[in-house]
């Protein structure tokens, strides 16, 4: 094991130690309350062969949140003082330092099938409908049909919202054989039983959040390196305003093609298609032999075009050094695709 990686929790360790001594609480925070890790992103020819690592810190949404406005400033902090540790190790040096949130298992704001505000209309219709046919009000055979339909419609809400319907109900004569068994024997031991039993339901559709986030793969691929760097990649889109900053975006667009190569790039499976030897760093070279590898035969040949068209697009904008907003925007999103179509081809996005 490479000396940088198997020290890489004693490196944190003592960083974090290093801001508490020296006063600077946000970095030791953020060191002490993140999950960090210490990574190899590259490798450099110069003077015999260099090795690049980066410290990738995901915290949690709060601290985040928290400290969001200062997070540059933070990574900056938390590089220049990594750069006097990595004295110690020769040929070896800190390319970057990424701050990012921790990934959620939920998507804040999911859109739905249903909305949460109609979901809501339809439970509190149930709930009056199954309190009026055992008060003495309606007849179950003029309401059980629309019953019936509510049914179905509210258990696809609740169930893709990880809600479980306490309703077991599927039928009005079914609740009419719970309530006539003597086991709730008033009006009132009716209500209750159906306030105890709609309530809890109706408390968790409520506490969902709403928004407008649906995207074909939002959820991340399974490769840590290229998740994290997506999320920052998308993080630092939204944050930048200046030429400096939207340039970084791209550098980071780089980064994440880099590591996605190294994920799936086998040397011995997939060759080159100019016969050059890839390195560690050429992400294009090696994307381009995996595709060829991976898609094979004519009719293939606009799937194969498609990827490659993705991944020229992707490589070329995270090489300009001016950029704007709509360069920054597009480089995200190109190399975003070229994550998804991978990931794709490589079984990454296979029903589980």
Request: overall charge neutral; aromatic content about 8%; proline content about 3%.
């Amino acid at each position: 094991m490479e000396p940088v990686i198997q020290d890489s929790a004693k490196i944190i360790a003592t960083l974090g130690n290093l801001f508490k001594r020296d006063g600077l609480m946000l970095e030791y925070e953020v060191l002490s309350q993140g999950e960090c890790v210490i990574e190899a992103t590259g490798y450099d020819n110069w003077n015999g062969g260099t090795e690049v690592y980066g410290i990738f810190c995901k915290i949690p949404l709060d601290l985040y949140s928290k400290y969001e406005h200062e997070i540059k400033s933070i990574e900056q902090s938390i590089k220049k003082k990594a750069d006097k540790l990595f004295r110690t190790y020769p040929q070896c040096w800190i390319g970057e330092v990424l701050v990012a949130p921790a990934l959620s298992n939920e998507i804040q704001g999911k859109i739905y099938k249903i909305t949460s505000e109609e979901l809501l209309k339809l439970l509190e219709c149930q709930k009056r409908l199954m309190i009026s046919v055992s008060t003495g009000g309606q007849k179950i055979d003029d309401v059980n049909p629309d019953y019936q339909s509510r049914f179905k419609v509210i258990s696809d809400g609740l169930s893709e919202r990880g809600i479980k319907n306490n309703n077991p109900f599927k039928d009005l004569w079914e609740w009419y054989g719970k309530w006539s068994d003597t086991s709730l024997p008033t009006y009132q031991s009716r209500r209750v039983y159906i306030a105890e039993m709609f309530d809890p339901i109706l408390e968790s559709v409520k506490s969902l959040q709403k928004g407008s986030i649906n995207p074909v793969f939002e959820e991340p691929t399974g490769w840590t390196r290229v998740d994290r760097n997506i999320v920052e990649v998308k993080l630092r889109l939204v944050q930048s305003s200046t030429e400096e900053q939207y340039q970084a975006v791209g550098l980071l667009c780089r980064e994440t093609l880099i590591s996605l190569a190294q994920v799936v790039f086998i040397e011995d499976e997939h060759k080159t298609l100019d016969g050059v030897k890839a390195s560690k760093t050429d992400a294009k070279r090696m994307l381009e032999a995996y595709i060829s590898n991976q898609i094979t035969g004519k009719t293939n040949e606009n799937i194969r075009k498609y990827a490659r068209a993705s991944l020229e697009l992707a490589n070329e904008l995270t090489h300009k050094r001016t950029a704007e907003y709509r360069h920054a925007a597009m480089c995200a999103e190109a190399t975003n695709a070229v994550v998804n179509i991978i990931a794709i081809i490589s079984g990454q996005r296979d029903p589980k």
